[in-house]
């Protein structure tokens, strides 16, 4: 195969251009978040000291050592608001990802269920919503579950209930928001896996004296442990670092750390301690992250 | 394998769900009455309210420009990194390329705006269009990336071998025979770089400057203050606008189904 090892070095050489703009636009930014997460808030602008200033030469690196400040990361421990916050989002995003595996495993099932020719047809229409804002998706929410809403209006026609229910500023509302907006993103994953699936191993199972429900919890289930881990970690890191649904459709009590992030940088204008949270934020999800970089280079690759 | 009632009941269930909320806010934008709730009947009141709305106007320009120089920028980085992925075999920074290439499709939103706007006050670069338009292209070239990566990977590649033992170089095996190949993921890949910058409120707030709002970043400070009407007006407008971009996509798609399995948006 003379031909692909000769694409294979101008192929190497297309890697400059996004390897470089990643560098300097992805990785490199993060060294601001630490750089400016050790620095001291002054009101100013833009609002932090620098610390570093490298014209000033080596002596004046030593210095910035030496007056990098940790205050901003004591903080985060210290104010229970910063570590709530932490917990909250974790326990938000853990019970939100379970919702989403229990509706999306039928739905994606479902599909894969499907005669062949529809499948593709279900897919696009799973597909669609994702395309739509999500700004959007959220706010035809709020719409229909506020006070003198569509859903309350129905369960009022149909007697469920006797007053208005309050829906919105309530976690409930915040966690089908959540699964409303992430749900493609957990279905499509699983369909992936269960499409896959070779059918003859049911038989299989079936010739064997298995029911079913014997089949499908002793075969498929197994089986399809992939993609149920990777639509998790598909929807679990994002709503970790969720902003905008908690803020327009949960109440305020117990911000989760995307929000408490977006207050400190424009409404408090403190930059080392958003810095400081995102920084910590980052790596809570380093585990998560690699997983999922490590499934999904498996999934693509396995194709190449 | 059959698929019983269970299967079928759940399958129509979740698409309702996913599709009713939509609907309902599409129906309620064509609304005459000034109350959200109440319906006086139908009317384009809205919509012209909206094309007299100059502040809402400007930001949609503004939206709309982004979204198109973002997806460009997007599509190309995306694609070659595609093929370095795809065909570049093993080289070195291979695993860390991948690697910040997969990220940005997960993380938090609210940590790249936060760090490419620390990067960008650090270099003192005036914040506005062009800021915003370097976050999106960093954000959507990713997602551009694994569309096009799916159907370089799917590809028959004896096709450019034969184009090169038939005498191409590299780069016009990739021109006369990868890349027409490849062109409706290409295309796809455009469209959803389009899509998601237009969508995005949070990289967008975080990455822009005074004087230079985004549609949703306009969208977001009138929700705040409770449902009006105009706001149905212009999210069925936008959703308009996408749907034409997915049966535009979903053609491509097509075209690129005939000639092998077909790369999925995602």
Not at chain 2, 143 to 171: H, I, K, T, W, Y
């Amino acid at each position: 195969m003379s031909g692909r090892r000769l694409f294979a070095g101008p192929a190497r050489r297309a890697a400059v251009a996004p390897l470089l703009w990643m560098l300097l636009f992805f990785l490199l930014p993060f060294g601001f978040v630490l750089k400016i997460s050790l620095s001291h808030t002054v009101i100013a602008q833009p609002p932090y000291l620098p610390v570093f200033d490298l014209t000033a030469g080596v002596a004046a690196i030593k210095a910035a050592f030496a007056a990098l400040s940790l205050e901003n990361f004591r903080l985060l421990i210290s104010d229970d608001l910063y570590v709530l916050s932490y917990l909250r989002s974790v326990t938000v995003a853990l019970i939100a990802t379970a919702i989403l595996i229990a509706i999306g495993y039928p739905i994606a099932y479902g599909m894969s269920r499907l005669p062949r020719r529809w499948q593709p047809i279900a897919m696009m229409l799973v597909i669609v919503p994702f395309w739509t804002s999500f700004l959007i998706r959220i706010y035809a929410w709020i719409n229909i579950l506020q006070h003198d809403g569509l859903l309350n209006k129905v369960l009022l026609a149909l007697h469920v209930v006797s007053a208005p229910v309050v829906w919105l500023s309530t976690d409930t509302a915040m966690y089908l928001g959540i699964v409303y907006s992430y749900l493609p993103f957990m279905i499509l994953p699983l369909y992936a896996t269960l499409a896959k699936m070779d059918s003859s191993l049911l038989e299989a199972a079936a010739d064997l004296g298995s029911s079913r429900l014997q089949a499908f919890w002793l075969v498929t289930f197994p089986l399809s442990l992939p993609g149920i881990a990777a639509g998790a970690l598909l929807c679990f890191i994002p709503i970790v670092g969720e902003f905008v649904i908690p803020d327009l459709l949960a109440g305020s009590d117990s911000p989760m750390i995307g929000q408490t992030l977006w207050l400190e940088f424009f409404t408090n204008r403190d930059w080392p301690v958003a810095s400081a949270i995102a920084t910590v934020l980052l790596v809570l999800l380093v585990a998560p992250l690699l997983v999922y970089d490590r499934l999904q280079r498996r999934q693509l690759e396995a194709r190449r | 394998m059959k698929l019983s009632r269970f299967n079928l009941v759940t399958l129509i269930l979740g698409l309702v769900f996913l599709y009713l909320p939509i609907v309902i806010l599409v129906i309620y934008s064509f609304n005459a009455s000034r109350l959200v709730t109440v319906w006086g009947g139908w009317s384009l009141r809205w919509y012209s309210e909206f094309f007299r709305d100059d502040a809402m106007l400007a930001a949609a320009a503004m939206s709309l420009r982004v979204a198109a120089v973002s997806a460009t920028a997007a599509t190309l980085l995306g694609t070659l990194a595609a093929v370095a992925l795809t065909r570049g075999e093993n080289f070195r920074g291979r695993t860390l390329f991948s690697g910040m290439l997969y990220a940005p499709l997960v993380m938090p939103e609210v940590i790249t705006g936060l760090s490419l706007l620390l990067l960008f006050v650090a270099v003192n670069a005036e914040r506005g269009f062009w800021t915003v338009t370097i976050a999106h292209t960093t954000l959507t070239m990713c997602f551009v990336a694994v569309v096009v990566q799916s159907r370089l990977g799917s590809m028959d590649r004896s096709l450019e071998e034969a184009a090169m033992d038939l005498g191409c170089n590299p780069l016009r095996a990739f021109i006369a025979v990868t890349l027409p190949l490849i062109l409706p993921a290409v295309a796809a890949g455009w469209m959803l770089a389009f899509t998601l910058s237009l969508d995005d409120l949070v990289i967008a707030s975080f990455t822009t400057g005074p004087g230079s709002t985004t549609l949703p970043i306009r969208i977001y400070s009138e929700v705040r203050l409770g449902v009006k009407p105009e706001i149905n007006a212009i999210c069925t407008l936008i959703i308009g606008l996408i749907t034409l971009v997915i049966i535009a996509a979903s053609l491509a798609s097509k075209l690129s189904s005939r000639q092998g399995e077909s790369a999925a948006p995602l």
